[in-house]
């Protein structure tokens, strides 16, 4: 099909003006594993540029926008509230995607997969990940794991269709899948925010585990492992990347100001906009000084902001609030709770900037059996957190 090879093209020189497709392998994929075999004919269309406007798409009723939408840096959503809403609304929480192109290679790029590789996928979804990598690898060699039933039915009639047989299996990707490790590669395409050990354990010494990391603030981050014969592994923090989370891992606490009355009240002299636009370092050392952190920045419509701070694992656990108002010398601090998460925020926040101010990519991360650390520099720089 002609407009196809069109439309692959101007994708994939979208996707190399922007430095996101570098390596040729994958180039040449674009081609031959042909992403509108993996979309349906209706869903919810989210641009993964900034600015961009989702939208609802529809084959029968305009295929034009639905092929634009299907060749173009786009997520699309294929279930919503794991299959109780239409995902064509655009409402309710996504719980299965096509992921946008640019971020499926950026990841697959990551990966670095060589000839015959065993790849374990975790996430299934619509199956394009895994037929791009039995393209690659062979589809003998590709086990990928979906956990909602009827998402792994969809992506097995997609392969089908495509011409690819991994095998697929139905289940908790946490655990991953013992009966074909060791693997040479893991790629997980939905977000965790603790790495479950069971990919480290299989993943032979001197592979690869790359994940997208959602550690609790609205950022999340492509991260790179290796694996060392300890069975420790150890990654750095890389490019964005904001992925449903695994099932088992979803936020059940958000900001909740419960028992609001016997908050405590005080002032503070630095502005919650200063942390909340400072970026992914700043985010980072929060993160990793601060411990069980969820947090977001709510603006409102006269220019203010709010910066909202919670405990992420206990829905009536200690919260925070920082408001920012235009014009103010001083910003009002709720907080609620044994601890004072604004308190501690704004200690590691000030830490972050004495250390002149390190950004993402001097960050990582080493995984064992008991425990995951954030480091700074190196594992070893003395500047480790649990
Ligand atoms: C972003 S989608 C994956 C996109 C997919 N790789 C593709 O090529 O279309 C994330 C998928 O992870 C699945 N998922 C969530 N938790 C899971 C778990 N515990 N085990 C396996 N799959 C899971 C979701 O159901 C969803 O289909």
Redo the contacts with the bound molecule.
């Keep these: 099909m002609e407009h196809v090879t069109a439309r692959v093209k101007a994708l994939m020189d979208d996707l190399m003006a922007r430095g996101v497709l570098t390596a040729e392998p994958w180039r040449q994929a674009l081609y031959e594993v042909p992403r509108h075999l993996?979309v349906p004919s209706t869903g919810w269309a989210c641009p993964d540029i900034e600015g961009g406007t989702s939208r609802t798409i529809d084959r029968n009723a305009d295929p034009n926008g639905w092929w634009d939408a299907v060749y173009s840096d786009a997520?699309i959503v294929?279930?919503a509230d794991d299959g109780a809403t239409d995902p064509a609304t655009g409402k309710g929480m996504i719980?299965?995607?096509?992921?946008a192109p640019g971020v499926?290679v950026a990841f697959l790029e990551l990966l670095n997969v060589g000839d015959h590789d065993r790849v374990l996928?975790?996430?299934?979804?619509?199956?394009?990940?895994?037929a791009l990598l039995s393209w690659r690898v062979g589809e003998g060699n590709v086990t990928s794991?979906?956990?909602?039933e009827e998402?792994a039915a969809g992506?097995a009639r997609n392969l089908k269709v495509a011409g690819y047989t991994p095998e697929l299996i139905i289940?908790?990707?946490?655990e991953g899948w013992a009966d074909g490790a060791p693997y040479d590669r893991v790629h997980v395409?939905?977000a965790v925010n603790r790495v479950p050990y069971a990919w480290v354990e299989q993943t032979r010494p001197g592979g690869v585990i790359v994940l997208p990391w959602s550690p609790g603030s609205p950022r999340g981050y492509r991260v790179r492992f290796e694996v060392l014969a300890d069975g420790t592994a150890v990654g750095r923090v890389g490019g964005p990347a904001l992925?449903?989370?695994?099932?088992?891992q979803r936020q059940e606490a958000r900001w909740n100001p419960h028992h609001a009355d016997a908050a405590e009240r005080t002032t503070t002299q630095l502005d919650p906009r200063t942390i909340a636009d400072a970026g992914p370092g700043a985010d980072l050392a929060v993160i990793a000084q601060v411990p069980r952190l969820g947090s977001y920045a709510m603006p409102d419509d006269d220019g203010g902001l709010s910066l909202l701070l919670f405990e992420v694992d206990e829905a009536d656990g200690s919260w925070a609030a920082c408001d920012y108002t235009p014009g103010a010398d001083e910003f009002e601090v709720s907080q609620y709770g044994d601890r004072r998460l604004w308190n501690e925020v704004e200690q590691a926040f000030l830490r972050w900037i004495s250390w002149g101010r390190p950004g993402r990519e001097r960050f990582g991360i080493t995984l064992t059996r008991e425990s995951q650390g954030i480091w700074l520099d190196s594992p070893d720089s003395g500047n480790t957190w649990t």
Aim: glycine share 16%; with cysteine.
């Design positions: 993996f997520s294929l279930q719980s299965s995607s096509i992921s499926v996928e975790i996430g299934t979804g619509s199956g394009w990940t895994a794991i979906e956990v909602d998402v992506a289940g908790d990707g946490g395409t939905c992925y449903m989370m695994l099932r088992s």
